[in-house]
């Protein structure tokens, strides 16, 4: 079975440019997460997705940052404009979480994103 | 408030040593799962166990054992004769089950290095 797959791996730009991170969750995960890792930090959520919709976006930063999961599928995020700050690795994850389920559900995570703001 | 903390930043162990990483939680919630995660160089967080609030049994998995302690409000992992492949950053994570909501609350992470 295949993993969570992200893209590009690395990325490096200046200050201002807009960048995007793309995500292929786990076929059949009906949850995607993005969270960013700083250096030397545990990673943080961003967002997350049950199917096409977002239900917690509470810590995006909505003035630059924005995400969208098309057909509940692959999900990207983009920043415009990127500031020095957004420097950090963006970690794609998915679940498959069951309905009125007490259960709480593994999320895998992909390689990341290593983001290099200059 | 809800938070992870692993006080140890780096450890650094000889090869067939065991240690221990410490991770103390908070919460108000009486029903949340605990995790631990390893995360070698190439990025990707593995997944090594979850446990929920009510379950305290601890646990062992080959080498890898977890000490659930609700009284302490702390859940340890130790490596029994560690091995060079150990090396990587391991983190402890905290959910809830409330609404099944999925957020992950992540400690800092402690960076193990296990040297020949």
Same mark, same amino acid.
């Given at each position: 079975?295949?993993?969570?797959?992200?893209? !590009?791996?690395?990325?490096?730009?200046?200050?201002?440019?807009?960048?995007?991170?793309? =995500?292929? !969750?786990?076929?059949?995960?009906?949850?995607?997460?993005?969270?960013? +890792?700083?250096?030397?930090?545990?990673? $943080?959520?961003?967002?997350?997705?049950?199917?096409?919709?977002?239900?917690?976006?509470? +810590?995006? !930063?909505?003035?630059?940052?924005?995400?969208?999961?098309?057909?509940?599928?692959?999900?990207?995020?983009?920043? +415009? !404009?990127? $500031?020095?700050?957004?420097?950090?690795?963006?970690? =794609?994850?998915?679940?498959?979480?069951? $309905?009125?389920?007490?259960?709480?559900? $593994? +999320?895998?995570?992909?390689?990341?994103?290593?983001?290099?703001?200059? | 408030?809800?938070?992870?903390?692993?006080?140890?930043? #780096?450890?650094?162990?000889?090869?067939? #040593?065991d240690v221990?990483?410490?991770?103390?939680? #908070?919460?108000?919630?009486?029903?949340?799962?605990? *995790?631990?995660?390893?995360?070698?160089?190439?990025?990707?967080?593995?997944?090594?166990?979850?446990?929920?609030? *009510?379950?305290?049994?601890?646990?062992?998995?080959?080498?890898?054992?977890?000490?659930?302690?609700?009284?302490?409000?702390?859940?340890?992992?130790?490596?029994?004769?560690?091995?060079?492949?150990?090396?990587?950053?391991? *983190?402890?994570?905290?959910?809830?089950?409330?609404?099944?909501?999925?957020?992950?609350?992540?400690?800092?992470?402690?960076?193990?290095?296990v040297k020949?």
């Amino acid at each position: 079975e295949a993993g969570v797959v992200q893209s !590009p791996r690395y990325k490096i730009i200046e200050k201002k440019q807009p960048v995007a991170f793309w =995500c292929n !969750p786990i076929s059949g995960h009906n949850t995607l997460y993005w969270y960013r +890792q700083n250096l030397g930090q545990g990673p $943080e959520l961003l967002i997350r997705y049950e199917n096409e919709e977002a239900v917690d976006d509470s +810590q995006l !930063p909505k003035d630059r940052f924005s995400a969208e999961r098309l057909k509940g599928v692959d999900s990207t995020l983009k920043i +415009q !404009p990127a $500031e020095l700050g957004d420097s950090a690795v963006y970690l =794609c994850a998915s679940s498959l979480v069951r $309905e009125r389920s007490f259960s709480y559900n $593994e +999320q895998f995570f992909g390689p990341g994103t290593r983001l290099t703001v200059l | 408030a809800q938070k992870v903390t692993q006080a140890q930043t #780096e450890i650094s162990v000889v090869e067939k #040593e065991d240690v221990t990483l410490d991770c103390v939680y #908070e919460t108000r919630d009486t029903t949340y799962y605990l *995790f631990w995660y390893k995360q070698p160089p190439s990025g990707e967080l593995v997944f090594l166990i979850r446990r929920n609030s *009510f379950d305290e049994q601890n646990e062992i998995s080959g080498r890898y054992s977890w000490n659930f302690q609700k009284s302490t409000s702390s859940f340890n992992f130790t490596i029994t004769a560690s091995q060079v492949v150990d090396s990587a950053v391991y *983190f402890c994570a905290l959910g809830h089950s409330s609404s099944n909501t999925g957020k992950l609350i992540f400690g800092q992470g402690t960076t193990l290095q296990v040297k020949p």
